[in-house]
C-alpha cells in the first residue's frame, strides 16, 4: 500500500480510498477549509491534539482540540495552524512536528507532517498524524543503554550492559554469556544482575532451558509461565521468574559465541521493544566477546610455541620464578630444570626440509611429554631446545632417572610420513639449591651442562656444578649471550670509509659488526662469528646487519645529498644459500629506499666452491637486481683468470696481507700489481684493504689502484662518530 505522502490526490479522490490508510489523514483545500477527513481520524482512540468531531466544510481551524490547558499544547496548535497558512499561500512546502500529549500511562507521541499538493492549479495541504510511542520508547532506551556503556570495554563492558538493561527495560534479570567447548553445550555468564547487584558468574547446561534455543542462533521471547514451560529450570523458581526474552550474540561469520537475555518478574507481552533492543546491543557485546577472545588468544600465543603449544621461554620462567619462590620458603620443595637439545636435528631438517623437521619437533614434544607428571612442565625454548621444570622431587636420582627414561625413548625411530629418522638429546640438569637466586641462572645452570654433554660426545645427560672447567664456562656464556645479545642490542654497525685513491673522496663505506658485551667491553669479530656460525644465528645477524647498514646509507645519502655513497656488506654463504633469498634482500631495499646498486655484498672466494651451480645462479639473480658483488680477501683463495672471467662480479678487494707487504720492496709489490692489471682487464675495480702509512698508499696509487680503505684514512666508526670525521675530512 502506498503512503500518504507518495499518494498523488486529485479532485476525483474517494474517501473510500482515504480511509484505507490507518494514518489519520485530512485535507484541507486553497481557502483553508477541510475537503476531506478519513476514517481512522475519527475513529482512532488515541489522545491527541486532534479534534474527532472536524467535519467536512470546516475551517482547518477546527482540526484541533479547543481549550487545551498545557502551553505546549497550544504551541504546537498555532504552529500547525501557521504551517498550513504558509503552505496554502506558496510560502512552504512541508512541515514536520513531533509532539506528546497525555499523562503517566496516556501520555504518547505522535507526528504530524503537513504536505503541499497540486490540484488542478490550486494548493492543498494534506495533514497526516502518526503515533510514534513505541520508536520513542525505544529511542529513549537506547540512548540510556548507550549511554551508560559508551565508555565501558571488556569484562566492564558486560557488567554495565546488564545493568543498564534492568534499568531501562524495567526488568529484574538480564545476563550475557559466551558458549564453552565440550561435548556437552554449556554456557558460562560473563556478567550477571540479579535484581538488586551483580551476581556471580557460573557456568549451566543449556539443556531444558530457554537459552538452548537462543544458542541455536533463535531469538526467543516468552511473554508469561515461564516457570510451567521449562519446569526444570531451577534457576526461574529461585528467580520467582515469569517471562524471557533472548537474543543470540553472532560474530561476523554467523557462529554464534554466546546469547543475551533479560528475565522478569513481570509479563512482557509484546516484547518486540525487548528483541529490538536487545539484538541491537548483542551486536556490540558479540564484538567486544569476539576482541576479548582475540585478546586472550593473543596472550596464549605470547606465551606459547606457535608450533607445539608448549609454553615458551618466558611463560617458562614464569613457572621456575614461582618453584624458587616456593624452594625459598620451605626448602624441602626442591626441584629440578632439564635442558634438552636435540643431536643432529640440524642435519634432519637441512635433508628433510622444514616441514619435516616441524613433524619432528612436534613428534618428539609427545614423545616427552608422556614421561612427564601433570605437574610437570616441559617448554620449547626455540629451535631444537626444549626445558623440563620437574616439582616436588626428593632428590637428584628423580631428575636424572627422567633424563635416561627421556634418552631411551628419542633413540627409538620417528615415522615421518615415508621417512624414518633417529635423532637423540643431549641433557643438562640442574638442581635447586641455597644459590639459585634467579630463573634465569637455574636455566643457564642447565644450559651450561647440557653443552658440557655435547662436549663429551653428546647423546648424554650432565648435572650442573661449580666445578666445571672455566674455560668451558666462559665458553658457553660467551655462546648463551650471544644467543641474546642482538635481541639485546649489544651487536653495534661501525662503518670505515672506502676512499677514492685520486682524489680522496669518500666513494662509500664497509659495515662492520662488534659486539659491545656488557661486562667484557668490545668483542671482535674473530670471537663471535665463530659462535654465530655455529648456533646459526648468522643468517639473522647477517640480514640485521644488512638490513641496518642499508637504512644508514640512505640516510647519509639524503643528508649529504650524494646519492652515489655504496655500502659494503659481508654477505654469508648460509645467507646466500637462503630460500627467497633475493626476495628478502628486494623487500630490506623497499623498505629503505636504498637503491640497488648503492649495495655491494661482499662474498669470499671459498663461498664459491660451495654448490657452484646453484651459488652461480643466485649471483646471477643478484647483479640482475642491479646489486654490486665485490670479490673479498682477492688473492688468499682459488684465484685464477679463468676462474675470474666467469663470475658474476663488479670488484675485486685486495687482502690486506698483500697490502701490509707494500712497505717492502719484494714479491707482493708484482702480486698487487698483477691483480690490479687482471682486475682492469676483467672491467672490475679493485678496492685494497688494509692500507695503513702513506707508503703503502703511494704505492697503490702508482699501481692506479681505484679505492682504499684503512686505518691510514679511518679506523671503523660508530655512526656518530663517522659523522664527525665526515665534518673534518675533504668530503
Known sequence: MRSPNQFQFDLKLSQAVLNTFSTQIAIVDRTGYITAINQPWKTNRELSLLNRDAVVGDSYFSLWLKNVAKDSDRSCINSLDRAIAEILNRQRNDFKLEYVYGNGSNKNWFSIHLEKFQDADSPKVMIAQTKITEYKQMESCLRSIAEGTAAAT???????????????????????????????????????????????????????????????????????????????????????????????????????????????????????????????????????????RVEEQLIHDALHDSLTGLPNRSLFSDHLTHALKKYRRNSNDKFAVLFLDLDRFKVINDSLGHTFGDLLLVTISQRIQAYLRESDILARLGGDEFAILIDDIECISNATRLAERIQASLKLPFCLGTHEVFTSVSIGIAISDSSSDSAEKLLRNADIAMYKAKALGKTRYELFNDTLHVQVVNRLQLETDFRRALDRGEIKLYYQPIISLSDNKVKGFEALARWQHPQKGLVCPGDFIPLAEETGAIVTLGWWILQEACYQLREWQVSFNNPALTMGVNFSQKQLSQPF?????????????????????????????????????????????????????????????????????????????????????????????????????LGLKVIAEGIETEKQLAALRGLQCVYGQGYLFSCPLHHQSLKLWLDRWNY
Open 154 to 292: 571488556g569484562n566492564e563492558f558486560f557488567y554495565s550492559l546488564v545493568y543498564h538493561l534492568t534499568r531501562a527495560l524495567g526488568v529484574n534479570y538480564a545476563l550475557v554469556t559466551e558458549c564453552l567447548r565440550g561435548d556437552i553445550p554449556m554456557v558460562r555468564t560473563l556478567a550477571f544482575w540479579c535484581k538488586d547487584d551483580f551476581g556471580q558468574n557460573y557456568e549451566y547446561k543449556l539443556a531444558h532451558t530457554p537459552c538452548q534455543r537462543v544458542i541455536n542462533g533463535l531469538p526467543c521471547h516468552y511473554p508469561r509461565n515461564i516457570q510451567k514451560i521449562f519446569p526444570q529450570d531451577a534457576d526461574f523458581a529461585k528467580f520467582n521468574a515469569e517471562s524471557y526474552v533472548g537474543v543470540p550474540l553472532l560474530n561476523s561469520s554467523g557462529q554464534v559465541l554466546g546469547h543475551l537475555a533479560i528475565i522478569s518478574e513481570n509479563p512482557i507481552e509484546d516484547g518486540s521493544l525487548e528483541l529490538a533492543i536487545l539484538k541491537i546491543f548483542a551486536s556490540r557485546a558479540a564484538a567486544e566477546l569476539e576482541r576479548k
Open 581 to 681: 633469498m633475493t626476495e628478502s634482500l628486494v623487500q630490506i631495499l623497499e623498505t629503505t629506499g636504498l637503491a640497488a646498486d648503492s649495495l655491494r655484498l661482499e662474498i669470499t672466494e671459498s663461498m664459491l666452491m660451495d654448490n657452484t651451480e646453484a651459488t652461480m645462479k643466485t649471483l646471477e639473480q643478484l647483479r640482475a637486481l642491479g646489486v654490486q658483488l665485490d670479490l673479498d680477501d682477492f688473492g688468499t683463495g682459488y684465484s685464477s683468470l679463468s676462474y675470474l672471467r666467469s663470475l658474476p662480479i663488479d670488484a675485486l678487494k685486495i687482502d690486506r696481507s698483500f697490502v701490509q707487504n707494500l712497505d717492502r720492496k719484494d714479491k707482493n709489490n708484482k702480486i698487487v700489481e698483477a691483480i690490479v692489471m687482471m682486475a682492469k682487464s
